[in-house]
């Protein structure tokens, strides 16, 4: 299923393209191909090319690893999270690697990261959705993630699946229009609350 962003601006056909979805197919993610998700994190821009991020990944292909990823979702995002075929955890490193001073810019940099393999993920016909709702700690005790490594967000991906394979109510939320604030609403210029020009469309 399709759910191009109807924008006021153009933008890429990546950018439209790229959304959320709740319905994966059982479809395995070729290793290849996750190697390249991977490696469009990777590249990335980072505060002082410090790469502050890593990554947990468990594919179906390993119950025992999914089985212990689907545990650390809230009962809401396992409901339908355990549909995809590969399940991920992003991690980011709060102090810089070169001199252990706290890098305030980890977690932006991490969130690049991802959605850079976000978009590689859309390029490539495959669909990212990432949650908030995880248990952080629960993660850190099961995957032995140390002190200094701080869980972020968990990630669902895979191919899309048909949203008749969700519940009604979630089917209802993946069929919704997508929806966004205007960009003259956080762009500006100036000072604090003056919309810049090129926003006002
Ligand atoms: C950091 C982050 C946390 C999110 N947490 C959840 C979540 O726990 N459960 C969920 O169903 N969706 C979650 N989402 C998905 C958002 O609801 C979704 O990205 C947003 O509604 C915009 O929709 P779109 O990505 O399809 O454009 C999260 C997205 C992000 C980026």
């Known amino acids: 299923m399709q759910k191009a962003a109807v924008t006021d601006h153009p933008v890429h056909e990546l950018i439209r393209n790229r959304w959320s979805p709740r319905a994966f197919s059982d479809k395995p ?17 980072s505060s002082f090319n ?17 089985r212990k990823m689907l545990g650390v979702l809230v009962e809401f995002n396992q409901d339908w999270a355990k549909n995809a075929p590969v399940l991920a955890i992003s991690v980011a490193r709060r102090n810089f690697a070169h001199n252990g001073t706290p890098n305030r810019n980890a977690l932006y940099d991490t969130g690049a990261a991802t959605a850079l393999l976000s978009v590689e993920a859309t390029a490539r016909g495959l669909a990212v959705h990432q949650m908030a709702g995880f248990d952080a700690e629960k993660a850190r005790q099961t995957f032995a993630i140390p002190e200094e490594w701080e869980p972020i967000a968990a990630i669902a991906l895979g191919y899309r699946g048909t949203p008749d394979s969700l519940s009604p109510k979630l089917k209802e939320r993946e069929l919704a229009p997508r929806t966004r604030k205007p960009i003259r609403e956080f762009v500006m210029t100036g000072s604090w609350g003056h919309t810049a020009s090129f926003a006002l469309k």
């Open 29 to 45: 993610v070729e290793p290849a191909v996750l190697g390249s998700l991977f490696e469009a994190a990777r590249w990335a821009a």
């Open 50 to 66: 410090d790469q502050p991020w890593a990554y947990l990944v468990a594919t179906k292909e390993d119950p025992e690893s999914f």
